[in-house]
């Protein structure tokens, strides 16, 4: 099975949580990969190649996709992993509208940008695969959390959007959309709402594992795994999916 081997794959939001599983799990089967985030510190700790881009800018996203290309060669699997949470968000008549432009520049923008950038040689080579991490509020709404929701459910669009015109020319487009998984970003979230409910942050994680018949949260590596599959040569056939990573739950 060639899987992934040899393929060069770009990884946003590489530096820790799902992204840094998803690397260092394409690396472990072969990948040559370039790990993309702001955090020159993370980056240097995964020990594989990386670029330090600020993915919420066209240019960030250009110097990330240059950087790869010059470094290993032309890009043939995208992981879009990169964004940011709802820890700030408030309900949406209290909404900061700068918060929902940073959510939307990150979120959204990034994963258009890179799109565009790196189809334009997977269509010319007739092969391409691309994976975004959306999540469960990219099928339904999160309270107080209208930026989130909206960025995840409009990643589904663009994603459904690459499959779409990609597809006459070898390439897949799929997201994933994970449950609740103990990352940084969503112990932020835990924080903030800890804080809002005067309870404490391990009480916050117990009540995120009962949404689950397992009684736990999804883990970085189980995310991964689907990742690592999606963007083989062996998923040919799927394109276009949402694929909840979710323990069989909606959240």
Known sequence: MAGVVGRVALVTGAGRGIG????????????????IARSQQELEATELDYSVADLGTAEGCAQAVSDTEQQLGPIEILICN?????ADERV????DPAVWN??????LDGPFHLSRLVM????????GRLVYTSSTAGLLAEPAGSAYTSSKHGLLGLMRSVAEDGGAFGITANAVLPGWVRTEMAERSA??????CNIGVDEVWRERAALYRTNRVVTCQEVAEVI???AAEEASGVSGEAIR???GSVW
Request: charge should be positive.
């Open 191 to 196: 924080q903030a709402e800890a804080k809002r």
């Open 228 to 230: 690592a599959f999606l």
């Open 82 to 86: 990169h964004g940011i949470g709802s």
């Open 102 to 107: 940073e959510t939307m520049r990150i979120n």
């Open 120 to 127: 334009q040689g997977m269509v010319q080579r007739g092969y």
């Open 245 to 247: 990573v979710a323990l």
């Open 92 to 95: 949406v008549w209290e909404q």
């Open 20 to 35: 840094l599983a998803a690397a260092h799990t394409l690396a472990a089967r072969g990948a040559k990969v370039m790990c």
